[in-house]
């Protein structure tokens, strides 16, 4: 039986007022809220554990170590994988990314080689491969979402040409809640013999991942959106591709050995981990992922998936509200605009007086914006812990914000 009370009472935070108001925290598509069980890792790792990791031979430093470490078998058992190796420890999906730009595509491709992109690619998805653009002369082509926001994965595999060299799609819309078909895309992409590149920082947050059965080649996820701290995350690589790999940044423990006029480099994941890392960010990071799995993510999706449905329901009565991306199964994210003259930044001025938390803005999504003609949008995006009254609560925060503007 999920429990959304019991849930709500891990996450202190979410019983504190706002202006005079109940907090009603509906941003979680940019950042999540910590639960006590995270803020509690953090502290002890501080206050009682902290050491440097992997090259100390005291009793602080092991125990550090140990338990940095251990978060690497608990994110491939979120991710569903079976070799913990393949997974790269690093500040977030962002930096993922890089590293699979930096290194992989850009020692392999060439100017007129393709990366195939759909356009609702968040900027971290996007960027780095602006950047074998700029400096490669390396093609981005785009594929377009449909009307009701969807994905079509045939459009994805049939963009796929003789220079493609890598297929990057997002796994859920942080603008629309749109949810790719990865499977099938990675099918597509298999038999043409190009990689699949997935940012997974909305869709690890709201769904069970098995990434053995996926068929992708890299999978990035990012730590805060997982109730988790800031300063987190960590990517997926196929052991295939870390072996075709160069290293994205040098340092300290990343190397074997390191001479006046050599260098050699340890195995992965290793390689690709150079400096002291963000040691009690990671433990943080695996304390709230064990938390969600205690909680199980089938459960929490069905929940989500209610709160979805109702706020489809309660949205959709109001005559004036535009909301963007209608794709059957969407996660659990609403943008919106308002009929008339309200800019996205004054309604969330006001709901923010109502206690209501909402994203105002591009949404670091300028390809979408664009292709839905639009400057900014309003997102609510739910959570775990949210609940059909603080849905009630955004419908009335909006009434008057509408009113407001009449």
């Known amino acids: 039986m999920y429990d959304v009370e019991k849930i709500r009472a891990d996450f202190p935070i979410l019983a504190r007022e706002v202006n005079g108001q109940k907090l009603t925290y509906l941003d979680n598509g940019a950042s999540a809220q910590k639960p006590q069980v995270v803020i509690d890792a953090i502290t002890q790792a501080y206050s009682m554990e902290y050491a440097n990791v992997h090259r100390g ?109 890598l297929v990057a799609v997002t796994h859920m819309s942080n603008v629309l809640g749109t949810v790719t078909d990865i499977k099938a895309i990675a099918t597509g992409a298999q038999a043409a013999g190009v990689p699949v590149l997935v940012d997974g920082s909305q869709a690890a947050v709201h769904m069970p991942l098995h990434l053995d059965s996926l068929g992708v080649d890299f999978y990035a996820i990012t730590g805060h959106k997982i109730y988790g701290p800031s300063g987190s995350g960590a990517i997926w690589i196929r052991s295939d591709r870390m072996a075709e790999m160069r290293p994205f940044m040098g340092g300290g423990d990343m190397i074997r050995e390191v001479h006046k006029d050599a260098v050699s480099y340890a195995d992965p994941p290793m390689k690709f981990e150079a400096g002291t890392p963000g040691i009690v960010q990671t433990i943080g990071f695996g304390a709230a992922l064990e938390y969600v799995m205690a909680v199980g993510m089938k459960s929490i999706a069905a929940h989500e998936a209610g709160l979805r449905d109702y706020a489809i329901s309660r949205l959709g009565g109001l005559n004036w509200l535009n909301v963007q991306g209608q794709a059957p199964g969407k996660g659990a994210i609403f943008s919106f605009t308002m009929d008339g003259a309200a800019h996205a930044h004054d309604i969330s001025t006001i709901l923010d007086k109502k206690g209501v938390a909402v994203r105002a803005g591009h949404h670091c999504a300028g390809p979408l914006m664009d292709h839905l003609g639009l400057t900014a949008t309003c997102r609510a995006s739910f959570a775990m812990y949210n609940t059909t009254a603080e849905v009630d609560k955004l419908v009335e925060a909006l009434e008057l914000a509408h009113d407001l503007f009449a």
Do not use: C
Request: charged fraction near 25%; aromatic fraction near 8%; avoid cysteine.
């Open 57 to 165: 031979l005291h009793y602080l430093s092991n125990l550090a170590t140990e338990k940095y470490e251990a978060v690497r078998g608990t994110i491939a058992r979120f991710l569903g994988v079976k070799n913990e190796d393949e997974i790269v420890f690093n500040s977030g999906t962002t930096e993922g990314i890089n590293l699979v730009a930096y290194g992989w595509a850009m020692p392999r491709m060439q100017a007129g080689d393709e990366i195939v992109l759909s356009v609702m690619e968040h900027h971290a998805n996007i960027v780095p491969w602006h950047f074998l653009r700029e400096r490669q002369g390396v093609v981005l082509k785009w594929v377009d979402t449909e009307p009701d926001g969807s994905l079509d994965p045939q459009k994805v595999i049939d963009a796929i040409g003789p220079r493609t060299k």
